[in-house]
């Protein structure tokens, strides 16, 4: 009996698989794809699986989560047990990093991928990042610019449905909005505060969507419509497959993990949307005659330039407007919290001393709930730029394999004292926007360290609690809390520095696609999800173009 052959095969059902799928099917291609965790349904999203409201610091339900072998997942910042669910068993699935080096790999393995627990928090990103090198003489340039991107970007936001508002800020492109989000009134007097002071900043509205009411990411879901998509759960790809003589992918080897069957796929091109490690680690296992350092790695370059966000925390109180607010913008969902806050871009121009403020911020101010007559709350994520090092790389543990025997990645992504330098210009000028609007810190850390303010860390919580906040504090602030990682299969102008082509396609193998972040030239200050869309999107498009001119 004959091996069915798609026409595509998809590896990965998030940000990129979703989009990669949707897209491929709405060309009249057949499409396999290939998700290593299991479906989702209703169940998953139970409400009742939520607790009530409780402190601020939740150690003993990260304590919990550990203990069940998540030790790794819990020390994300904004973890809740109710959703441990969507985030992976790390003694399953483990990795590796250098004793002084720690990284935190955040990893959800389902339907749908992290598009579960991410904040639904959608920017676009600009030349300042796409012509990086050009505009500073740093890092790299990609092999497109904004304007390639710009109506794949409208496609993307009109598609999903956006909520946000047109702020006319040069430093962040403006997209297309459904409907509006909205300030609460103690971010209304934060936002006044700063820019009156200082005019070259800007605090806009998130850019964000709502959950989805159905739960299966409307790609995957209008893809699955088409009649054209056969997805395989419990997929874990081993290998991407090529063909010894000429070097082309054709399909994957995978294992099911509910049966542990080893089988092989075919299908006539391969999109790889794993996850920037994931994928890396893939390409890294795929080796073969015709490609011995790994699939399509002629450069020497996968792996390489691997980086993630630079990442700070900060909490405290907003006595200017006491109480909190409840943004009506979208509407309540049973399970998860409420979206909306306010995005501080990159500021206009340079620094006094000619330097670039490469970082953006992220939170939130009176929006959390409180009694009428005390200070509001407020929490600031920071992400500050991480430029492309060849010595910040992911490669394969030659001593240490997966519950399935398959080679784990180990990370190394080190900050060098540029960034450090950087990181700590990150955290002094949240520090003195929260003084300037009249905000109080309670304490402000990254991999850095933690400092604390004021009343200190989690003022309400018990002792015994804020003792181990600040000795685990380490612990969930390395590289990696962002949990924005990026780059090891970079994009390029040249096949001698890169992995990939300006249409996302291996240099070495052309019937083989990467459009995770993985692809990314330059790390941002911003969320990759919508860019890692609306490349998903650009680069099938073209793959489906070329693949009728062949058919």
């Known amino acids: 009996m004959s091996q069915t052959i798609y026409d595509a095969l998809v590896v990965g059902s998030g940000a990129a698989g979703s989009f990669a799928v949707k897209e491929l099917t709405a060309q009249d291609l057949s499409v396999l794809l290939l998700e290593a965790g299991p479906a989702i349904g209703s169940k998953d999203f139970d409400p009742s699986r939520k607790k009530p409201v409780q402190k601020d610091i939740n150690i003993w339900e990260r304590a919990r989560a550990a203990a069940n072998g998540q030790a790794v997942q819990a020390r994300a910042v904004f973890f809740k047990e109710w959703m441990s669910h969507f985030f992976v068993n790390d003694r399953k699935n483990p990795y590796t990093t250098p004793a002084d080096a720690p990284f935190l790999w955040i990893r959800g393995r389902q339907a749908g991928g992290r598009l579960h627990t991410f904040g639904r928090v959608l920017m676009r990103w600009s030349d300042d990042d796409f012509k990086h090198r050009t505009r500073t003489g740093e890092g790299a340039d990609w092999p497109i610019s904004y304007s390639e991107l710009d109506p794949f970007y409208a ?25 509006r989000s909205n300030l609460t009134p103690a971010e209304e007097v934060f936002k006044s505060s700063v820019e009156g002071r200082w005019p070259e900043r800007h605090v806009v509205s998130w850019r964000y969507i709502a959950p989805e009411a159905e739960r299966v990411p409307r790609a995957l879901r209008d893809a699955q419509a088409s009649g054209l998509l056969t997805i395989r759960y419990n997929a874990v790809v081993r290998r991407i497959t090529t063909d010894d003589k000429t070097g082309l992918a054709t399909g994957a080897e995978l294992t099911d993990s509910a049966t542990g069957i080893t089988e092989t796929v075919r299908a006539a091109h391969v999109v790889v949307c794993a996850s920037p490690i994931e994928t890396i680690r893939l390409l890294l296992n795929s080796r073969a005659p015709r490609h011995p350092d790994g699939l399509g790695n002629s450069s020497g370059t996968l792996g390489r330039y691997f980086m993630d966000q630079l990442p700070c925390l900060a909490i405290g109180e907003f006595p200017p407007v006491p109480g909190w607010t409840k943004d009506h913008s ?112 309670e304490f402000i850390g990254s991999p850095l360290g933690l400092r604390e303010m004021g009343k200190g860390a989690y003022p309400g919580s018990d002792p015994l609690s804020r003792f181990l906040f600040r000795r685990m504090f380490h612990r969930s602030m390395p590289m990696g809390a962002a949990i924005h990682e990026s780059g090891g299969v970079r994009m390029g102008a040249s096949r001698e520095t890169s992995v990939l082509d300006r249409w996302n396609r291996s240099w070495d193998v052309p019937n083989l696609l990467v459009t995770d ?15 890692v869309m609306a490349l998903t999107v650009r680069a099938c498009r073209q793959l489906a173009s070329g693949h009728r001119v062949s058919s």
Do not use: W
């Not at 959390?368 to 509001?376: E, I, L, W």
């Open 330 to 441: 979208a509407p309540p969902d049973p399970f998860y919290a409420g979206s909306g806050g306010i995005f501080i871009p990159r500021f206009e121009g340079f620094a006094s001393d000619h330097s670039r403020n490469n970082f953006a911020f992220q939170g939130t101010v009176g929006r959390g709930p409180v009694a009428g007559d005390t200070p509001g709350r407020m929490a600031f994520f920071g992400y500050g730029e991480m430029l492309p090092h060849a010595d910040n790389r992911v490669t394969l543990d030659p001593r240490k394999v997966d519950g399935l025997n398959i080679p784990v990645p180990h990370i190394r992504c080190v900050m060098n004292d540029g960034e450090r330098e950087l990181l700590g210009r990150q955290e002094q000028t949240l520090i003195e926007m929260v003084k300037q609007a009249g905000g109080e810190l």
């Open 155 to 179: 496609e993307v936001e009109s598609y999903l449905g956006l909520y946000g508002q047109q702020d006319n800020v040069p430093t962040l492109p403006d997209g297309v909005y459904a409907k």
């Open 517 to 531: 972040a993985s692809a990314f030239a330059t790390s941002g200050v911003s969320g990759t999800t919508l860019t």
